[in-house]
């Protein structure tokens, strides 16, 4: 998909990679693009809500499946975004390698914390 | 490394400013600093999900001055890379190339980008509890 025929025979050429980052970049930034504006409208809708509020918020089943799938793009997106910036400013290769990996695993656990705790609140008494 | 030593040429510094540019290397700035804000995302779920205490001590930091000067640039950054997504992704699809159009197109999100974080940060102070 995306991919001319020449590429297929030359390789993967001076980037070292094919289209599926691109592709994933795209795809969760469409995705982005409704569940930021729901996350935005969600959040200024719980301004001034007290402990109670927010909980509930977080409970209908609705919020937490929107908030997971918010999750999941969100930190895809910035994962892969964050590896193009790294990839195109630092160019010794220990400290570019060293940087990606820190990356993934930040995002990984970030994404992981905010699900268990969205889980946490949606599934607790 | 040996590579690290070689002259940069053209230096940066020669280029004129334009909006164009400007506008590009803003939007992996806004990047960073929003993969940066979803550290504080994170805070506050955990907050709530650790409970009141602890959901009470988020909200003072966030309504903070310190918190509200930081909440107002993660809704401007926001709104920045929203936009000028949106414009990339017109560009993925193959559409506004053309010189005129790219800088229209880039007003259209400074512009967009101004007007929606007024009028976010107007309905929060106006909300139902009268600001966080």
């Given at each position: 998909m995306l991919r001319p025929p020449i590429a297929r025979v030359r390789g993967?050429?001076?980037?070292?990679?094919?289209?599926r980052q691109w592709w994933a970049q795209r795809v969760t930034a469409v995705a982005l693009v409704p569940l930021t504006l729901w996350f935005i409208a969600s959040v200024l809708s719980m301004v001034g809500a007290d402990y109670a509020g927010v909980v509930a918020w977080i409970q209908s089943p609705s919020v937490t499946v929107l908030f997971i799938l918010f999750f999941l793009a969100l930190f895809y997106h910035a994962q892969l975004g964050m590896q193009v910036i790294i990839e195109d400013y630092i160019h010794t290769e220990w400290l570019k390698f060293t940087s990606l990996i820190v990356l993934s695993f930040t995002t990984i656990f970030l994404g992981i914390v905010c699900t268990f705790a969205v889980l946490k609140v949606s599934l607790g008494s | 490394m040996a590579q690290d030593k070689r002259p940069l040429a053209?230096?940066?510094?020669v280029y004129r400013w334009q909006l164009t540019s400007v506008l590009s290397i803003t939007h992996r700035a806004t990047g960073m600093l929003l993969t940066l804000g979803t550290i504080l995302l994170a805070y506050w779920l955990l907050a709530i999900a650790a409970g009141p205490g602890a959901f009470a001590s988020a909200q003072a930091l966030l309504g903070s001055w310190v918190g509200q000067v930081v909440l107002f640039l993660w809704t401007l950054a926001l709104y920045y890379h929203l936009c000028n997504g949106i414009r990339h992704l017109f560009w993925d699809a193959g559409y506004g190339f053309e010189i005129k159009t790219v800088y229209a197109s880039g007003m259209a999100v400074v512009l967009a980008t101004g007007v929606l974080t007024v009028v976010t940060w107007v309905m929060a102070m106006n909300g139902p509890g009268g600001g966080a």
């Open positions: 993967l050429g001076s980037a070292k990679d094919g289209v | 053209p230096h940066l510094q």
